[in-house]
């Protein structure tokens, strides 16, 4: 088998661990920042090895949804789940936005103290994928700091929100 390519986004928050982790765990707070730019409704949050996190970003008249299945799950260190396109009723489709893009993707976050601070590392993985939906991946990559650098920024601003 041939090596995936795998997107790795790091970034460091000037806040404590368990803060940044309940920017990421908290529907109430990952709604807000998750899908800059747009609307994020969290439809189900159910955050344990097998739960699922049912997600829609709405702008205009469109709405794009996506299943994120939680396989791994430790407390301010890390999170692993399956994350999926889906039609309204969640079921697992092609991206209604890119035909080639992997059905699945192993997304790993980790979370890791540094002094004062957290790094968070994102990584993505095309799961199971066709060579057009590697390729796809791959070539989609380089675009993808600018949707995450835009959530992080959000994640700045939620946690002076959140310290002060």
Same mark, same amino acid.
């Given at each position: 088998?041939? @090596?995936?390519?795998? $997107?790795?986004? %790091?970034?460091?928050?000037?806040?404590?661990?368990?803060? =940044?982790?309940?920017?990421? &765990? %908290?529907?109430?707070? !990952?709604?807000?920042?998750?899908?800059?730019?747009?609307?994020?409704?969290?439809?189900?949050?159910? !955050?344990?090895?097998?739960?699922?996190? !049912?997600n829609? #970003?709405?702008?205009?008249?469109?709405?794009? $949804?996506?299943?994120?299945?939680?396989?791994e =799950?430790?407390?301010?260190?890390?999170? =692993?789940?399956h994350?999926?396109?889906? @039609?309204? +009723?969640?079921n697992?489709?092609?991206?209604?936005? #890119?035909?080639?893009?992997?059905?699945?993707?192993?997304t790993?976050?980790?979370?890791?103290?540094?002094? +004062?601070k957290?790094?968070?590392?994102?990584?993505?993985?095309?799961? %199971?994928? &066709?060579?057009?939906?590697?390729?796809?991946?791959?070539?989609?990559?380089?675009?993808m700091?600018?949707?995450?650098?835009?959530? $992080?920024? #959000?994640?700045?601003?939620? !946690? =002076?929100?959140?310290?002060?």
């Open positions: 088998m041939s @090596d995936l390519p795998e $997107y790795k986004i %790091d970034r460091i928050f000037s806040a404590p661990r368990e803060m =940044v982790w309940r920017t990421w &765990t %908290d529907p109430e707070i !990952l709604h807000r920042w998750y899908g800059p730019g747009i609307e994020t409704i969290i439809h189900q949050f159910d !955050l344990k090895p097998g739960g699922s996190w !049912l829609e #970003m709405k702008w205009g008249g469109n709405s794009d $949804y996506s299943k994120m299945v939680f396989q =799950v430790a407390p301010t260190e890390k999170l =692993v789940w994350h999926s396109s889906t @039609d309204s +009723d969640w697992i489709i092609t991206s209604p936005m #890119m035909k080639d893009w992997p059905r699945v993707l192993l790993t976050v980790t979370f890791e103290d540094q002094g +004062d957290t790094n968070v590392r994102l990584s993505q993985i095309p799961l %199971d994928a &066709t060579e057009a939906e590697i390729t796809c991946f791959s070539t989609t990559m380089a675009g700091d600018k949707g995450w650098g835009g959530g $992080y920024e #959000m994640i700045d601003e939620i !946690l =002076v929100e959140l310290q002060a």
